[in-house]
T-cell receptor
Framework: GAVVSQHPSWVICKSGTSVKIECRSL??????MFWYRQFPKQSLMLMAT?????????EQGVEKDKFLINHASLTLSTLTVTSAHPEDSSFYIC??????????????FGPGTRLTVL | AQSVTQLGSHVSVSEGALVLLRCNYS??????LFWYVQYPNQGLQLLLK??????LVKGINGFEAEFKKSETSFHLTKPSAHMSDAAEYFC?????????FGPGTSLSVIP
């Protein structure tokens, strides 16, 4: 159980185009999903937190107009990189948190999406 | 504010030797603590988590970690390294809505 998928697993696009990445919780409902960015040989940096049915909360320094997040259902969140540029090339990972009885912060991670902007 | 430090960005061990990956945290209140493993070009897999139920936590693949409040540490160990353990390991601290990751430790296993 607790499987999170991402689509696509990798994408190459031209500079100036927009790219959408999907994150799905396959066997549980995710009230909260998280988007991370990881540069080579570095740790994960939280970009934003999205709660189903409400606006995402972005971390300081993350451009909300460039990285559009939509969490339209309890199993799907999307990240759209608008007007992508080479510096946006990175590994994007989503995670989803399953709310159990009691309080737990276990997050289940997707396999990641490799974005390369030419 | 929460933070996580991992001593040693790269650790090498011989196959069959003890694996010890260090993690120290800072948090104003007792946090939840996690260890994740990441294989190249893949997402993160949860190895184990501490949620205050027991200080010694056993995880998957023979890994375990001990929470020591006095030392604010949560070191990861495995008695005998296997070649398949070579990967990047991340310690993380969670409090409410955010998970903060450490910088990661790359583990190499020498045959």
């Amino acid at each position: 159980g607790a499987v999170v998928s991402q689509h696509p697993s990798w994408v190459i696009c031209k500079s100036g185009t927009s790219v959408k990445i999907e994150c799905r919780s396959l066997d549980f409902q995710a009230t909260t999903m998280f988007w991370y960015r990881q540069f080579p040989k570095q740790s994960l940096m939280l970009m934003a937190t999205s709660n189903e049915g409400s606006k995402a909360t972005y971390e300081q320094g993350v451009e909300k107009d460039k990285f559009l997040i939509n969490h339209a259902s309890l199993t799907l969140s999307t990240l759209t990189v608008t007007s992508a540029h080479p510096e946006d090339s990175s590994f994007y990972i989503c995670s989803a948190r399953e709310r159990l009885a009691g309080w737990t912060d276990t997050q289940y991670f997707g396999p990641g999406t490799r974005l390369t902007v030419l | 504010a929460q933070s996580v430090t991992q001593l040693g960005s790269h650790v090498s061990v011989s196959e069959g030797a003890l694996v010890l990956l260090r993690c120290n945290y800072s948090s104003s209140v007792p946090p939840y603590l996690f260890w994740y493993v990441q294989y190249p070009n893949q997402g993160l897999q949860l190895l184990l988590k501490y949620t205050s139920a027991a200080t010694l936590v056993k995880g998957i693949n023979g890994f375990e970690a001990e929470f020591k409040k006095s030392e604010t540490s949560f070191h990861l160990t495995k008695p005998s390294a296997h070649m398949s353990d070579a990967a990047e390991y991340f310690c993380a601290v969670s409090l409410y809505d955010k998970v903060i990751f450490g910088p990661g430790t790359s583990l190499s296993v020498i045959p």
